[in-house]
C-alpha cells in the first residue's frame, strides 16, 4: 500500500465539522447495538473484570498489550474525553494526550466508522457505571514500546477513513462491507500481516496462523476449497448468531467471545449483510492449518 500523508491534513477539517454526542436514550440504545458490532465488550473485558473496565491481555509477535478502561470514570477512564478527542481516537488512532495508539487498537478499521455511529458509540459509553481502575501498562519490547515509531507506520501503512459506499452495488453489500470493514474490523484477526504487523495487501480475509494470542484464524473468503466458498448464505448467518458452523461443531477462542459477546445481538438484516459482502470477495487459496 503506497504512503498515505492526507491524514496528517484532515483531522482540522475533520473537528470543525463535529457536532456534540446526544446523550437521549434513542442514541445511548444505538450506542450499545454498535458496542456490540463492534466487539467492544469482549477487548475491553478482563477475565473476571468489571465490563468494559479494560486490562484484557492480548499477546501478540511484538508483545502483550493490556486494553484500557473505556468506562466514563473520570480518572481512570474517559469520562473527561470530549466528542472530539473520542474521534481523533476512532479515527486518527491519537490519544488524548496527542499520543500514538498502537495499532492493536484496530483504529485502521475504525476510521472508517460514521461520525454519527461513533458519538452515538461513546454516548453509550457515558452512560453506564464508571469503574475505577488503572489502565496496565503494556508488556512490549524495546524498540517497539516508542509510540513516536507508530507516525511512521500510519504513513507506511495506514489509510483514514470515513467508509464509502460503492454507488454501484446494493444497499444490502454496503452495509454489510461497512459492517466488515470498519465497525466490525473482521480483516483485523482474518487478514494475515506483515513483519511490521500491517495486514498484507492481497490476502483480505484470507486467514492467519497469527491470530489474537497466537490462534488460527480461518479464511473466510468464498474459496471453496480453503474458505467458505461451500456455505450458503444461511450457514454465514447461523455462524455469526449461534458460533455453529455448518459441520454442527462450535467455533472457539477470540471467534467464541466475538459471537457471545457482540455478533449474537445483530439483527438478521445485519448478519445478512455481512454474509453478502464475504460471499462478493474475490475468493483466496489460502489454507490454514496447524504450524509445522
Not at 496496565?136 to 459506499?165: C, E, I, N
Not at 462478493?280 to 504450524?291: K, Y
Amino acid at each position: 500500500m503506497p504512503p498515505r500523508w492526507h491524514w496528517l491534513l484532515a483531522a482540522p477539517l475533520m473537528l470543525m465539522r463535529l457536532t456534540p454526542a446526544v446523550a437521549d436514550e434513542n442514541s445511548m440504545q444505538r450506542g450499545e447495538y454498535l458496542v456490540r458490532a463492534g466487539g467492544c465488550f469482549s477487548c475491553h473485558t478482563a477475565a473476571g473484570g468489571q465490563p468494559l473496565s479494560g486490562g484484557r491481555a492480548l499477546r501478540t509477535p511484538f508483545g502483550t498489550f493490556y486494553s484500557p478502561n473505556i468506562t466514563p470514570d473520570p480518572d481512570t477512564g474517559i469520562g473527561q474525553w470530549t466528542d472530539a478527542q473520542f474521534l481523533r481516537a476512532l479515527r486518527e488512532g491519537i490519544r488524548p494526550d496527542g499520543a500514538n495508539y498502537f495499532p492493536v487498537f484496530p483504529y485502521p478499521s475504525f476510521t472508517g466508522i460514521a461520525d454519527s455511529d461513533a458519538l452515538a458509540i461513546k454516548a453509550y459509553l457515558f452512560s453506564i457505571a464508571p469503574v475505577r481502575q488503572q489502565n496496565q501498562p503494556h508488556d512490549v519490547a524495546f524498540p517497539f514500546s516508542w509510540r513516536f515509531l507508530q507516525t511512521g507506520w500510519k504513513m507506511l501503512f495506514f489509510t483514514p477513513g470515513p467508509f464509502r459506499p460503492a454507488p454501484d452495488r446494493s444497499a444490502a453489500y454496503n452495509r454489510g462491507a461497512y459492517l466488515v470493514t470498519a465497525l466490525a474490523h473482521c480483516g483485523e484477526c482474518h487478514t494475515p500481516r506483515n513483519m511490521l504487523g500491517a495486514t498484507r495487501p492481497g490476502m483480505w480475509l484470507a486467514g492467519t496462523q497469527n491470530g489474537p494470542d497466537g490462534q488460527l484464524v480461518p479464511n473466510i473468503t468464498p474459496d471453496p476449497a480453503t474458505g467458505i466458498g461451500k456455505w450458503e448464505k444461511e450457514d454465514v448467518v447461523e455462524l455469526l448468531k449461534t458460533g455453529t458452523t455448518p459441520e454442527q461443531s462450535k467455533v472457539k477462542g477470540a471467534m467464541r467471545e466475538t459471537v457471545a459477546d457482540g455478533l449474537k445481538y445483530l439483527s438478521e438484516a445485519d448478519l445478512s449483510a455481512i454474509a453478502d459482502y464475504l460471499f462478493a470477495q474475490p475468493p483466496i487459496v489460502h489454507e490454514v492449518g496447524p504450524r509445522k
